[in-house]
């Protein structure tokens, strides 16, 4: 199911999962919308969200 350009399915994907997993960041540490949780568990999980997205970016990058 390979393109011309080369963007498949998964590239597609995995390019909607590093901004969901930015954008999840962004929710848990900047902004009032998770106030209800502990303000370490936002920190934490915020964090693993950034390391998910960045794991994803460089993974995304080494098979391009």
Same mark, same amino acid.
């Given at each position: 199911?390979?393109?011309?350009?080369?963007?498949? =399915? *998964?590239?597609?994907?995995?390019?909607?999962?590093? @901004?969901?997993? &930015?954008?999840?960041? /962004?929710?848990?540490?900047?902004?009032?919308?998770?106030?209800? =949780? *502990?303000?370490?568990?936002?920190?934490?999980?915020? @964090?693993?969200? &950034?390391?998910?997205? /960045?794991?994803?970016?460089?993974?995304?990058?080494?098979?391009?």
């Amino acid at each position: 199911m390979n393109m011309k350009n080369g963007l498949n =399915f *998964n590239y597609i994907w995995g390019i909607f999962m590093v @901004v969901f997993y &930015l954008v999840m960041f /962004v929710l848990f540490v900047f902004t009032p919308t998770f106030e209800h =949780f *502990n303000q370490t568990i936002r920190l934490i999980l915020g @964090v693993m969200f &950034l390391i998910l997205g /960045v794991a994803r970016i460089i993974s995304l990058w080494q098979r391009r």
